[in-house]
């Protein structure tokens, strides 16, 4: 039976307090301005929807802050003057500002607490302040009187202290800040500039200050936007300040803050907008495109489908380049024409203009003194010339891209900014309603932006604008190592001045106490900062030298200088294979004593990929664990490799190097001698279909025909017949076996069912979504078990079935593009494999008991115990040759166009003839190379700093060419300061050459080809080629057994399909969706399981994000959508209306009054073959058994009896579940489990749920579940 509620538990009634009736109405009060001015601005409350608030700019600060400060009595903060000591500014003497560079301002100099106050160091235990500000005193006017809406703060009906920093921390249980962070975080809203050193808790520090605003009443969740350059960033930021938001709305919190049920509610509803850089500015054209006026829905198109646009643009024009280049390299300086452009937002015509002055001012020079030719040019001044020209070709191809890509509405990203920053400029509407909608903003990473995206944040929030605006700018002028990407170093000077405050530039705060790195490491890193700062002539640091944070380990500083790479490379992989057989023996002693060892974590940072191979195979050699991290792309994973194969034979069957990486791989498993029978079979087909040719050929002559016919004909067999080999290839033979000889049975077989599947796929394709087609794909070579059971799912590292689901990702989004097939898609795939490093895998993640190798570029923001940096020599430095400049570089537009600070046109350079122009460019060439080598400087240092305990560097005197070198210039300073950290250093008078000693010069090889992934491909290919002088012999006539299999085929297919039943291997992971869909449709369930093709979002998935997100930020879970919740039939769609219906309801049930244990609980449980994986709603303490009980959230109608039961399953594993978490904390409990259909308010309870046993014996049978009984 079951058992049917109206609620679970009666809430008591309740009566709106006057508190929450003054939130609901909004505030109306005004106050004074702490400047002077009185405020009249009344503000809407900020905590409804963004549809209903006013949309009107707001200019003045809120007056939350305001009321505050003039609420000081005079003995504790004087004057309520901005300048004077407020609760957020700490003592004058730190707003001293001091000249960073012509183009910004120093930030100021923090003082640094001397031993003896190392006891306060992180604040004043007596009042809870920074040290250097006053405390508050008790506020004499109520927040409720403030004219500011109403986001949920402490002060609603009363007048508590302001909170402090410190006393939000221990609030939300989270460790104390530092003196600095607190100084941070407790500023004064308004503009601000952070700068903030490697590992000194930036994001937490972000976190806090957006939490300690929004509970001092100084901003509402929902005036928030946080923008970084990741989504992975994105989500973590937004992760932790929701996840802080809600512990302020938890019980002890709320009563701490004197928050009422009103405000709670409130602040649980509401949440933070984080975003992308990108995705900000896709939205800004999605909402104002039409003023540009452009396409407001145009798609974002892939690095791929841009270089194919290209493509497709030159080759129309391709006799026009046809020269000195080929047409792939004039795709590529297209491409890059294209990007540069929109960067600098400059219009085709101004680049065009631009460049024929700068054509013109270079013909009109003076001849060079002593020139020997005529025109008095030399060969810097030809070099540019022709540059100009080129410039002035690839112009209009640029512009056909244009056009191109509005026929196809789609533009890149960087299109997408640069229209966003021209909407921010020429319409003050855009920046207003930005300003209205968003209070505080969070500026992520800000030394990575682009002059473009810089333009677009100072139009839209910057100017000084409106003084009533936080926008907060984080960033490390030593972690800017993207320049190569279009960041622009000077952002981060820029700042105070692009978003001043009313009374001068904006105030610059630090954070220099690192949680990461010991002080042994970071005294490397501060001297590499020192040689950086120095050597580019700053007046001061602009920030001061990183400090250990008390708690960190010591550390242990190596630098090593060898002979030769080689010995290099044995040095490196000899300390970590000690280092890691040291961590082992920890482990079993830490064990042996009952306790969780630390894993054992290192890295091996290199400049270049190339670096990574040896330094892998010398520490496989020694038996240490390795991962390559991002070496190659998504496409070169083995499983996606073979799919895509497989997906190329579909298409093209005549394609060999697919159908070699298909049969030789794990998925079909031929051998050399297979795969040569394979071989000489498509040869012999070959010649069949060669000499069918010839004789239809013959006999369609006709003397009678024109001559032009004949002519055609002729030119048509002359271009066929010598590459008849590639018109079949080994898919047409595996199609097509006939009497093969020499190839085994087991092998016939095989290539058999590959041929029988590629038929069914290929008759498929022309029907099938591509998506599905990929999935079909999957299934059939059986990659998805192939790779679980390569290594445990489970076990740290194992990537599982993310890269094929990766790989589904893309197949869905190119799939988007109109007239999208399966071959465009290969050739998409073709350009992402040659343009965009083979397409994202995805995140890096650290790994635990290996160690990985990786370039520095991708370890920025990552930790590691033990670090080593090999190879530290002068190949660190940038490459001169590769600079470009615009007076010699096509692709580079003329200087003066974009508006950047930093770029000198022909009006700045002191040219009077053409060896004056010689010298410019190579002054401009010095110039750009000097920025590259601090950018290199910086890399370098961003390489220490990812050290916890260790960090070992490393270089050589001789490079694998024989040739000496010398160690990279900032680490032969490391070594020249600290001798006593050197290993083993050789020093360059020490380096013996013996006769004979420098290896051989390396054979050149043309072409290059890439290796056989495998070695097994390897030697087949060799055997392959010595085969092709013995072709095999042909066989009998075979016209009529291949019509016979054919048909044969097709019949069984036919059989296949009409059988009743088939055996349908069920997958090693399910949800307890899956269950329930097993036991409601037993066949349909089969088919999915077959054909795992993705739901498509519907009205339910909407429901699930909306519903449940709210339902969770209630009880302060994540809101992490689970996919049983997501696609749940049972549930129906909810509209606007029907959403705030279902809030009402779930209200009143009692439901929110109570305190969960647990929101999405994650599971993971055995069930026969299978795992179960999924998240519990909620689960609560039973107040009738004193157990626990787990309650489904249901939006939709009640389901009938036989729904009922089938749903049962569900609570049946999600009880069992619970009941193994507490059997392994060693607890045992009695547990129920209901849904609680939302809508009705009505509880249902099944009274006998089946056991893991029972469920596992009906999946193995196929049997419905029978659950409880009515």
């Given at each position: 039976?079951?058992?049917?509620?109206?609620?679970?538990?009666?809430?008591?009634?309740?009566?709106?307090?006057?508190?929450?009736?003054?939130?609901?109405?909004?505030?109306?009060?005004?106050?004074?301005?702490?400047?002077?001015?009185?405020?009249?601005?009344?503000?809407?409350?900020?905590?409804?929807?963004?549809?209903?608030?006013?949309?009107?700019?707001?200019?003045?600060?809120?007056?939350?802050?305001?009321?505050?400060?003039?609420?000081?009595?005079?003995?504790?903060?004087?004057?309520?003057?901005?300048?004077?000591?407020?609760?957020?500014?700490?003592?004058?003497?730190?707003?001293?500002?001091?000249?960073?560079?012509?183009?910004?301002?120093?930030?100021?100099?923090?003082?640094?607490?001397?031993?003896?106050?190392?006891?306060?160091?992180?604040?004043?235990?007596?009042?809870?302040?920074?040290?250097?500000?006053?405390?508050?005193?008790?506020?004499?006017?109520?927040?409720?009187?403030?004219?500011?809406?109403?986001?949920?703060?402490?002060?609603?009906?009363?007048?508590?202290?302001?909170?402090?920093?410190?006393?939000?921390?221990?609030?939300?249980?989270?460790?104390?800040?530092?003196?600095?962070?607190?100084?941070?975080?407790?500023?004064?809203?308004?503009?601000?500039?952070?700068?903030?050193?490697?590992?000194?808790?930036?994001?937490?520090?972000?976190?806090?200050?957006?939490?300690?605003?929004?509970?001092?009443?100084?901003?509402?969740?929902?005036?928030?936007?946080g923008l970084t350059f990741t989504r992975k960033a994105a989500q973590q930021l937004k992760r932790r300040i929701r996840r802080r938001l809600a512990q302020l709305a938890e019980p002890a919190a709320a009563r701490g803050l004197g928050l009422s049920e009103e405000q709670r509610r409130r602040l649980s509803e509401a949440a933070p907008t984080v975003r992308t850089y990108d995705s900000f500015a896709g939205s800004i054209v999605t909402e104002y495109g039409l003023l540009a006026p452009v396409e407001p829905g145009a798609r974002v198109l892939s690095q791929a489908e841009k270089y194919a646009v290209a493509d497709q643009v030159v080759a129309t024009r391709g006799e026009e380049f046809a020269g000195d280049k080929s047409l792939s390299t004039v795709t590529g300086e297209v491409v890059s024409l294209f990007d540069a452009l929109f960067e600098g937002s400059i219009t085709t015509r101004a680049a065009a203009e631009g460049t024929r002055e700068v054509r013109q001012w270079i013909a009109s020079l003076d001849p060079a003194p002593r020139a020997r030719s005529k025109d008095g040019m030399n060969a810097e001044s030809r070099k540019a010339l022709a540059a100009q020209e080129r410039r002035l070709a690839y112009l209009p191809l640029v512009e056909d891209m244009i056009g191109e890509l509005k026929k196809r509405r789609a533009r890149s990203f960087g299109q997408t900014t640069a229209i966003a920053a021209t909407l921010a400029a020429e319409h003050p509407r855009v920046g207003a309603a930005q300003r209205s909608a968003y209070r505080v903003i969070m500026l992520d990473e800000y030394q990575d932006t682009s002059h473009l995206q810089r333009r677009l944040l100072r139009d839209l929030f910057g100017g000084a604008r409106d003084d009533g605006l936080t926008v907060n700018a984080v960033g490390d002028p030593m972690q800017g190592i993207y320049g190569w990407r279009g960041a622009t170093?000077?952002?981060?000077?820029?700042?105070?001045?692009?978003?001043?405050?009313?009374?001068?530039?904006?105030?610059?705060?630090?954070?220099?106490?690192?949680?990461?790195?010991?002080?042994?490491?970071?005294?490397?890193?501060?001297?590499?900062?020192?040689?950086?700062?120095?050597?580019?002539?700053?007046?001061?640091?602009?920030?001061?030298?990183?400090?250990?944070?008390?708690?960190?380990?010591?550390?242990?500083?190596?630098?090593?200088?060898?002979?030769?790479?080689?010995?290099?490379?044995?040095?490196?992989?000899?300390?970590?294979?000690?280092?890691?057989?040291?961590?082992?023996?920890?482990?079993?002693?830490?064990?042996?004593?009952?306790?969780?060892?630390?894993?054992?974590?290192?890295?091996?940072?290199?400049?270049?990929?190339?670096?990574?191979?040896?330094?892998?195979?010398?520490?496989?050699?020694?038996?240490?664990?390795?991962?390559?991290?991002?070496?190659?792309?998504?496409?070169?994973?083995?499983?996606?490799?073979?799919?895509?194969?497989?997906?190329?034979?579909?298409?093209?069957?005549?394609?060999?190097?697919?159908?070699?990486?298909?049969?030789?791989?794990?998925?079909?498993?031929?051998?050399?001698?297979?795969?040569?029978?394979?071989?000489?079979?498509?040869?012999?087909?070959?010649?069949?279909?060669?000499?069918?040719?010839?004789?239809?050929?013959?006999?369609?002559?006709?003397?009678?025909?024109?001559?032009?016919?004949?002519?055609?004909?002729?030119?048509?067999?002359?271009?066929?017949?010598?590459?008849?080999?590639?018109?079949?290839?080994?898919?047409?033979?595996?199609?097509?076996?006939?009497?093969?000889?020499?190839?085994?049975?087991?092998?016939?077989?095989?290539?058999?069912?590959?041929?029988?599947?590629?038929?069914?796929?290929?008759?498929?394709?022309?029907?099938?979504?591509?998506?599905?087609?990929?999935?079909?794909?999957?299934?059939?070579?059986?990659?998805?078990?192939?790779?679980?059971?390569?290594?445990?799912?489970?076990?740290?590292?194992?990537?599982?079935?993310?890269?094929?689901?990766?790989?589904?990702?893309?197949?869905?989004?190119?799939?988007?593009?109109?007239?999208?097939?399966?071959?465009?898609?290969?050739?998409?795939?073709?350009?992402?494999?040659?343009?965009?490093?083979?397409?994202?895998?995805?995140?890096?993640?650290?790994?635990?008991?290996?160690?990985?190798?990786?370039?520095?570029?991708?370890?920025?923001?990552?930790?590691?115990?033990?670090?080593?940096?090999?190879?530290?020599?002068?190949?660190?430095?940038?490459?001169?040759?590769?600079?470009?400049?615009?007076?010699?570089?096509?692709?580079?537009?003329?200087?003066?166009?974009?508006?950047?600070?930093?770029?000198?046109?022909?009006?700045?350079?002191?040219?009077?003839?053409?060896?004056?122009?010689?010298?410019?460019?190579?002054?401009?060439?010095?110039?750009?190379?000097?920025?590259?080598?601090?950018?290199?400087?910086?890399?370098?240092?961003?390489?220490?700093?990812?050290?916890?305990?260790?960090?070992?560097?490393?270089?050589?005197?001789?490079?694998?060419?024989?040739?000496?070198?010398?160690?990279?210039?900032?680490?032969?300073?490391?070594?020249?300061?600290?001798?006593?950290?050197?290993?083993?250093?050789?020093?360059?008078?020490?380096?013996?050459?013996?006769?004979?000693?420098?290896?051989?010069?390396?054979?050149?090889?043309?072409?290059?080809?890439?290796?056989?992934?495998?070695?097994?491909?390897?030697?087949?290919?060799?055997?392959?080629?010595?085969?092709?002088?013995?072709?095999?012999?042909?066989?009998?006539?075979?016209?009529?057994?291949?019509?016979?299999?054919?048909?044969?085929?097709?019949?069984?297919?036919?059989?296949?399909?009409?059988?009743?039943?088939?055996?349908?291997?069920?997958?090693?992971?399910?949800?307890?969706?899956?269950?329930?869909?097993?036991?409601?449709?037993?066949?349909?369930?089969?088919?999915?399981?077959?054909?795992?093709?993705?739901?498509?979002?519907?009205?339910?998935?909407?429901?699930?994000?909306?519903?449940?997100?709210?339902?969770?930020?209630?009880?302060?879970?994540?809101?992490?959508?689970?996919?049983?919740?997501?696609?749940?039939?049972?549930?129906?769609?909810?509209?606007?209306?029907?959403?705030?219906?279902?809030?009402?309801?779930?209200?009143?049930?009692?439901?929110?009054?109570?305190?969960?244990?647990?929101?999405?609980?994650?599971?993971?449980?055995?069930?026969?073959?299978?795992?179960?994986?999924?998240?519990?709603?909620?689960?609560?303490?039973?107040?009738?058994?004193?157990?626990?009980?787990?309650?489904?959230?249901?939006?939709?109608?009640?389901?009938?009896?036989?729904?009922?039961?089938?749903?049962?399953?569900?609570?049946?594993?999600?009880?069992?579940?619970?009941?193994?978490?507490?059997?392994?904390?060693?607890?045992?409990?009695?547990?129920?489990?209901?849904?609680?259909?939302?809508?009705?308010?009505?509880?249902?309870?099944?009274?006998?749920?089946?056991?893991?046993?029972?469920?596992?014996?009906?999946?193995?049978?196929?049997?419905?579940?029978?659950?409880?009984?009515?």
């Amino acid at each position: 039976m079951e058992t049917t509620r109206r609620s679970a538990w009666r809430s008591p009634s309740r009566r709106p307090s006057a508190t929450a009736s003054s939130c609901a109405a909004g505030w109306t009060a005004s106050s004074a301005d702490p400047r002077g001015s009185p405020s009249s601005t009344t503000r809407p409350a900020p905590m409804r929807s963004r549809g209903t608030r006013s949309r009107s700019t707001r200019s003045s600060p809120p007056t939350s802050w305001r009321s505050r400060a003039a609420a000081w009595p005079a003995s504790a903060a004087g004057p309520t003057e901005r300048q004077k000591t407020s609760p957020a500014r700490c003592s004058s003497t730190r707003r001293r500002r001091r000249r960073m560079s012509p183009s910004g301002t120093n930030p100021p100099r923090v003082r640094r607490s001397s031993p003896s106050s190392a006891s306060s160091s992180r604040g004043s235990p007596s009042t809870g302040a920074p040290r250097g500000c006053s405390p508050p005193s008790a506020r004499t006017a109520s927040i409720a009187a403030s004219s500011r809406s109403a986001p949920p703060g402490p002060r609603e009906g009363r007048s508590p202290m302001s909170v402090s920093p410190f006393e939000l921390a221990a609030l939300l249980g989270q460790p104390r800040p530092t003196e600095q962070q607190a100084a941070v975080t407790a500023a004064e809203p308004g503009p601000m500039l952070v700068v903030a050193g490697a590992g000194a808790g930036k994001t937490e520090t972000m976190a806090s200050r957006v939490v300690w605003l929004v509970a001092n009443g100084l901003a509402a969740p929902n005036e928030v936007l946080g923008l970084t350059f990741t989504r992975k960033a994105a989500q973590q930021l937004k992760r932790r300040i929701r996840r802080r938001l809600a512990q302020l709305a938890e019980p002890a919190a709320a009563r701490g803050l004197g928050l009422s049920e009103e405000q709670r509610r409130r602040l649980s509803e509401a949440a933070p907008t984080v975003r992308t850089y990108d995705s900000f500015a896709g939205s800004i054209v999605t909402e104002y495109g039409l003023l540009a006026p452009v396409e407001p829905g145009a798609r974002v198109l892939s690095q791929a489908e841009k270089y194919a646009v290209a493509d497709q643009v030159v080759a129309t024009r391709g006799e026009e380049f046809a020269g000195d280049k080929s047409l792939s390299t004039v795709t590529g300086e297209v491409v890059s024409l294209f990007d540069a452009l929109f960067e600098g937002s400059i219009t085709t015509r101004a680049a065009a203009e631009g460049t024929r002055e700068v054509r013109q001012w270079i013909a009109s020079l003076d001849p060079a003194p002593r020139a020997r030719s005529k025109d008095g040019m030399n060969a810097e001044s030809r070099k540019a010339l022709a540059a100009q020209e080129r410039r002035l070709a690839y112009l209009p191809l640029v512009e056909d891209m244009i056009g191109e890509l509005k026929k196809r509405r789609a533009r890149s990203f960087g299109q997408t900014t640069a229209i966003a920053a021209t909407l921010a400029a020429e319409h003050p509407r855009v920046g207003a309603a930005q300003r209205s909608a968003y209070r505080v903003i969070m500026l992520d990473e800000y030394q990575d932006t682009s002059h473009l995206q810089r333009r677009l944040l100072r139009d839209l929030f910057g100017g000084a604008r409106d003084d009533g605006l936080t926008v907060n700018a984080v960033g490390d002028p030593m972690q800017g190592i993207y320049g190569w990407r279009g960041a622009t170093a000077t952002n981060l000077k820029n700042f105070p001045r692009d978003f001043p405050a009313q009374d001068g530039p904006a105030p610059v705060r630090q954070l220099t106490t690192s949680f990461r790195n010991p002080g042994e490491v970071l005294e490397l890193a501060n001297d590499v900062s020192d040689g950086l700062f120095a050597a580019s002539g700053e007046a001061t640091r602009p920030v001061e030298p990183l400090e250990p944070f008390a708690g960190n380990a010591e550390g242990e500083v190596t630098l090593s200088c060898v002979a030769d790479a080689e010995e290099e490379i044995a040095l490196v992989a000899d300390g970590l294979a000690g280092r890691y057989r040291d961590a082992l023996e920890e482990a079993r002693r830490e064990r042996a004593a009952g306790r969780m060892p630390e894993p054992f974590t290192a890295a091996v940072l290199v400049r270049q990929n190339d670096q990574l191979a040896p330094l892998e195979e010398a520490l496989n050699a020694r038996g240490v664990p390795t991962e390559i991290v991002g070496l190659t792309g998504l496409l070169d994973v083995p499983e996606v490799a073979d799919a895509l194969a497989a997906a190329t034979l579909v298409a093209r069957p005549q394609d060999n190097a697919a159908a070699l990486r298909l049969l030789a791989g794990p998925a079909v498993g031929l051998g050399t001698r297979d795969l040569l029978a394979l071989h000489n079979r498509a040869r012999h087909l070959a010649r069949l279909a060669r000499d069918r040719g010839e004789d239809a050929d013959e006999e369609a002559t006709n003397a009678d025909e024109p001559a032009a016919l004949a002519k055609l004909k002729q030119a048509v067999r002359e271009a066929r017949l010598p590459n008849s080999d590639e018109i079949v290839g080994l898919g047409d033979a595996a199609g097509d076996l006939g009497e093969a000889t020499g190839m085994s049975e087991e092998g016939r077989e095989r290539v058999r069912r590959v041929a029988a599947a590629l038929r069914e796929l290929r008759s498929k394709s022309l029907s099938l979504p591509l998506t599905e087609l990929f999935t079909e794909i999957i299934g059939v070579l059986g990659l998805r078990t192939e790779v679980l059971a390569r290594a445990d799912p489970r076990s740290d590292g194992a990537a599982g079935t993310v890269h094929l689901d990766r790989l589904l990702e893309y197949v869905a989004g190119f799939e988007s593009i109109p007239g999208m097939t399966l071959s465009r898609l290969l050739d998409l795939l073709a350009y992402a494999r040659k343009h965009d490093r083979g397409l994202e895998r995805g995140e890096v993640v650290v790994r635990g008991d290996r160690v990985q190798l990786l370039t520095v570029h991708k370890a920025k923001g990552l930790e590691w115990q033990h670090v080593v940096i090999p190879h530290c020599t002068k190949s660190w430095e940038p490459t001169k040759g590769k600079i470009k400049e615009y007076l010699t570089g096509a692709t580079v537009p003329p200087a003066g166009l974009s508006g950047a600070d930093d770029e000198l046109d022909i009006d700045d350079l002191e040219v009077e003839n053409h060896t004056d122009l010689k010298k410019a460019i190579a002054a401009l060439r010095g110039d750009l190379y000097d920025e590259q080598a601090e950018e290199a400087r910086r890399l370098f240092y961003v390489a220490l700093t990812r050290a916890e305990k260790s960090v070992t560097v490393t270089a050589h005197r001789r490079n694998d060419k024989g040739k000496e070198t010398e160690p990279f210039e900032p680490f032969q300073r490391l070594h020249d300061a600290r001798p006593d950290a050197a290993g083993t250093w050789l020093n360059s008078h020490e380096v013996e050459y013996g006769e004979g000693a420098r290896p051989a010069k390396p054979e050149a090889r043309f072409p290059s080809l890439p290796e056989a992934p495998e070695p097994g491909i390897a030697e087949g290919a060799r055997l392959v080629a010595e085969a092709l002088e013995e072709p095999a012999e042909s066989g009998e006539d075979e016209t009529s057994r291949l019509w016979e299999r054919d048909v044969t085929a097709l019949v069984d297919e036919r059989r296949a399909r009409e059988a009743e039943s088939a055996p349908v291997e069920i997958s090693a992971e399910l949800t307890a969706s899956d269950l329930v869909n097993a036991s409601r449709d037993p066949v349909e369930f089969a088919r999915r399981q077959r054909r795992p093709v993705p739901f498509k979002p519907n009205s339910y998935a909407k429901r699930g994000t909306a519903f449940h997100e709210w339902v969770e930020r209630h009880f302060g879970g994540g809101a992490l959508i689970d996919e049983d919740e997501l696609f749940d039939p049972g549930n129906a769609d909810v509209s606007g209306r029907q959403l705030e219906d279902l809030k009402e309801s779930f209200l009143a049930s009692g439901w929110a009054e109570h305190t969960p244990e647990s929101v999405e609980l994650p599971f993971e449980i055995t069930v026969g073959p299978a795992v179960v994986r999924g998240r519990m709603d909620a689960v609560f303490r039973d107040p009738d058994t004193g157990g626990y009980l787990i309650v489904d959230w249901k939006t939709g109608r009640q389901p009938d009896a036989e729904d009922r039961r089938n749903a049962a399953i569900q609570l049946a594993v999600y009880k069992a579940a619970l009941e193994k978490r507490l059997r392994a904390a060693g607890e045992e409990a009695p547990i129920r489990a209901m849904f609680f259909y939302v809508r009705p308010g009505v509880a249902v309870e099944p009274d006998d749920l089946p056991g893991t046993e029972e469920l596992a014996r009906r999946l193995r049978l196929g049997e419905a579940p029978g659950g409880a009984a009515d």
